[in-house]
């Protein structure tokens, strides 16, 4: 029977409608990174360096929320290697998650491994990172993820945006300066230059040819993401002349709010708009350390140039006024700033009632060390345990059943508890070893209080949970108070990220749900502290049913 016009425009409005609300299948990012050493001069040095395809920094990869990636990874090197990818969550698949003897064995030298992940709710700066030794020195760049395509950010467009990684330069080998230190029982030498992209910029020696510039045109808006890549220094960056209106952290969408100057620790992502509305010139980016503890660090300043389009070369850059570098008070106010953005499309689901309740205090130490030449040596632990890795990977023995390569008894509290903020201590009140985990119940919510101790000397200690957001619900100068301190937390639009710095002699408070299952790393993102063993992990056991559980592993895992 022939259909009348009506029904066949009703039928064919039914087609369209079905076509449109078919998932729209993602699409599927491919890279190869092959791991090489390459010959590279900053400074007045050239030296070889491990790299990823011959560059330093490595790669970018491009990315939109919803999109599977492909990572094939060959490693050419003389040392063994693992890819993090750092504040990508990996929904039940920790296999891709990329550190060492925790979610995966290395990938040997000769070998490869492709790291298979899909990005869901997630966009914006976050970036990968060598997960072995100290070779993220030199092993990392920048994942950007766009949103979905229809999406818009939550800001204004900008004209353009670059990726600016913040990161260290060593002279000497990095791999044979931590060996020397470990047979001294002392820190290795602290890096020779701060770098902008990889360039030290004018200030430094032999670095004419080493600077990173970037043109802008009067009157636009540029988006500018920055990354820590440095591996043990908390950076303030500035650029002269410009305020800088902070819009994201940690690939989160932020309560937009302007600043002079940003203070970024090591792991974290900030993104920023700038306008280029000065006086046409030379202007420079600039980086240097903060660091407000009674240590003694390099204050060497990296600068990259900001150029307006027209202006020749030979023109002299204005340098910003950065915090010095001991500025507690810009730190602890610029932080305070910081809010998830908390819209209608970008929540900030906060848990309100907790399961379970966590204290771990971070602290330094000095045991005794035989084969070191000064009979002792440097330690950290986590709640007086200092971390012992395994000669496996924890998931494997976790998602196996092997036994005996960890326990699931690390301390909810303190075994010790003290005045952890007071007066110097030299004791390590029984430090013991061990590789000891957490275990979480699915989907149970958890409170974790980070807290510095004065035990050899306070410290701001970034905090990285691998797997996982979390939201910064509190932060305070000296000892968490559990009966006064949570009456303050922020329980509305806390900031939600990925690494978090621990101020000095203080505490921050942290707030997740535990709803992706696996063995997820936790550890301080300064390579010196976590490398003297202040890490641990949390197993977080399977939910009900398959999609609930963690992923099978593939095929092609390294093995030990």
């Known amino acids: 029977m022939a259909l009348t016009k009506r029904a066949f425009y009703f039928l064919f409005s039914c087609l369209i409608l079905f076509i449109i609300s078919l998932p729209v299948e993602a699409d599927v990012k491919k890279y190869q990174f092959d791991i090489q050493v390459k010959n590279v001069s900053r400074l007045c040095h050239a030296k070889p360096i491990v790299t990823v395809n ?17 990572i094939n990874v060959t490693n050419h090197a003389q040392y063994n290697m693992s890819i993090h990818w750092h504040g990508l ?13 925790i979610t995966q064995c290395p990938i040997k030298t000769g070998n490869s491994y492709t790291y298979d992940f899909n990005i869901t709710g997630q966009r914006g700066t ?12 030199t092993v990392y760049g920048a994942i950007v993820i766009m949103p979905q395509l229809g999406t818009p950010f939550p800001f204004p467009q900008p004209e353009r945006e670059e990726v600016l990684l913040l990161g260290e330069w060593w002279n000497n080998d990095v791999e044979q300066l931590v ?33 990173f510039a970037m043109e802008v045109e009067q009157g636009k808006t540029y988006l500018l993401r920055i990354i820590n890549a440095a591996l043990n220094d908390e950076l303030f960056f500035a650029v002269a002349g410009h305020n800088l209106t902070v819009v994201e952290i940690d690939a ?19 993104s920023v708009l700038i306008q280029a509305t000065q006086s046409p010139g030379r202007y420079f980016m600039a980086a240097r350390p903060f660091m407000d503890a009674p240590i003694s660090i390099d204050n060497k300043t990296a600068t990259a140039i900001l150029q307006y389009k027209g202006i020749p070369n030979t023109i002299l850059p204005i340098l910003p006024q950065l915090p010095s570098p001991n500025d507690t008070a810009f730190a602890l106010d610029y932080n305070s700033k910081l809010r998830s953005l908390n819209s209608k499309q970008f929540p900030a689901n906060v848990p309100l009632k907790v399961d379970r309740h966590l204290l771990f205090t971070a602290g330094l130490g000095i045991n005794a060390c035989p084969s070191c030449l000064n009979g ?29 390569v960890f326990r699931t008894d690390f301390p909810d509290n303190p075994p010790t508890p003290f005045n952890y903020t007071g007066a110097p201590l030299t004791a390590n009140l029984g430090t013991t070893l061990g590789t000891r985990l957490s275990k979480i119940a699915y989907n149970s919510t958890v409170q974790l209080v980070l807290q510095d101790t004065n035990l050899l000397t306070v410290e701001s200690h970034p905090f990285h949970l691998h797997g996982y957001n979390f939201f910064v619900v509190g932060t305070g100068i000296g000892n968490f108070d559990p009966k006064k301190d949570p009456a303050k937390f922020n329980l509305v639009d806390p900031p939600e990220r990925n690494t978090v710095g621990v101020p000095t002699g203080g505490w921050t408070a942290v707030r997740f749900r535990a709803d992706n299952p696996g063995v997820w790393f936790m550890h301080c993102h300064l390579e010196l502290h976590t490398s003297w063993g202040l890490k641990t992990a949390f197993v977080v056991e399977n939910g009900n049913g398959p999609d609930e559980s963690v992923l099978p592993p593939p095929q092609d895992l390294p093995l030990c």
């Open 126 to 137: 976050l970036w990968w990172h060598a997960h072995i030794f100290w070779l993220r020195a």
């Open 54 to 70: 011959g560059r330093f920094p490595g790669p970018t990869i491009y990315a939109r929320e919803g999109d599977r990636v492909l």
């Open 252 to 270: 989160v969408y932020t309560k937009p709010f302007t600043t002079q100057a940003i203070l970024i620790a090591p792991g974290q992502t900030t």
């Open 89 to 101: 969550k990996q929904f039940r698949n920790g296999w891709a998650d990329g550190p060492a003897y």
């Open 179 to 211: 060996n020397q230190g470990n047979k001294l029982g002392l820190p290795p030498n602290a890096s020779d230059a701060h770098t902008i992209n990889g360039k030290p910029g004018p200030l430094f020696p032999c670095s004419e040819k080493h600077t």
């Open 376 to 404: 002792t040596k440097l330690t950290a632990s986590l709640n007086n345990i200092t971390f012992v890795m395994p000669q496996i990977g924890l998931l494997q023995a976790h998602y196996f059943k092997i036994k005996g």
